[in-house]
């Protein structure tokens, strides 16, 4: 079923290696492998016309046993430490997605999103004819109160005269939550990039459906919200 006439491909990415959480797209969150809530969902969306899992690895690709279309596993040099989600991007684009008008990435590691996330950030892309839909979430304390901090520890000028306000004084701040992104298919292949243009605008997300697990302490967060969900 496509979307105001425009056919949509839905990317998966989950690459094996992980660092700090080790196999973390596999582990289990509430008795199911943490990679199968994206791919449920994505796979249910009605707005969705075909969904591709890219992966590099064997054990990702067993797991994810929910029908999803898995074309190959995901060449080495796009599995390094040092690849990046643009090359992914553009590689899957040019094999498998000619055929498509809109790209949606669904990141693995943020499993609370629903299912109306999906489609009202796709519909803020039609309606806006934007070239990109990145989902953002309110940051939990202003960013304004965070600075690197020097080898003495010294706290001198840690807080910029404009953060001495009060946090209500402050205004809203809003942080990438790694959820969702969308793009043109079209007028990612002609620029390759992922910048942020005039054309590229901000789908708004509670904190409740924003964990991004890249750690235990995530995936802890995460068995606790979905009893709030």
């Not at 302490?217 to 009893?227: G, Q, R, S, V």
Request: net charge negative; aromatic share 8%.
């Amino acid at each position: 079923m496509m979307i105001a006439g425009k056919k949509v491909l839905a990317l998966v990415p989950a690459r094996g290696g992980s660092k700090r959480l080790p196999r973390k797209n596999i582990l289990p969150l509430n008795g199911k492998p943490l990679i199968n809530w994206t791919l449920e969902l994505a796979l249910s969306c009605n707005a969705i016309d075909e969904v591709i899992l890219s992966t590099d690895d064997h054990e990702i690709a067993s797991v994810a046993s929910c029908g999803v279309n898995i074309p190959e596993l995901r060449p080495s040099k796009l599995s390094t430490d040092n690849a990046t989600t643009l090359s992914v991007l553009l590689y899957t684009i040019e094999k498998y997605g000619t055929n498509y008008d809109i790209l949606i990435v669904l990141q693995p590691t943020s499993p609370l999103r629903l299912m109306k996330h999906i489609e009202e950030s796709l519909s803020l892309f039609v309606e806006s004819e934007a070239f990109s839909v990145v989902s953002v979430t309110p940051c939990e304390h202003p960013p304004i109160w965070s600075n690197h901090l020097p080898k003495s520890g010294t706290l001198d000028g840690f807080i910029k005269p404009e953060g001495l306000k009060r946090s209500q004084d402050l205004g809203d701040f809003y942080r990438l939550n790694g959820s969702i992104y969308i793009y043109n298919i079209q007028e990612l292949m002609k620029v390759r990039h992922v910048n942020f243009t005039q054309k590229s605008y901000a789908y708004k997300m509670d904190n409740l459906f924003s964990v991004d697990i890249d750690n235990q302490m995530d995936l802890d967060m995460a068995e606790f919200f979905l009893t709030k969900i």
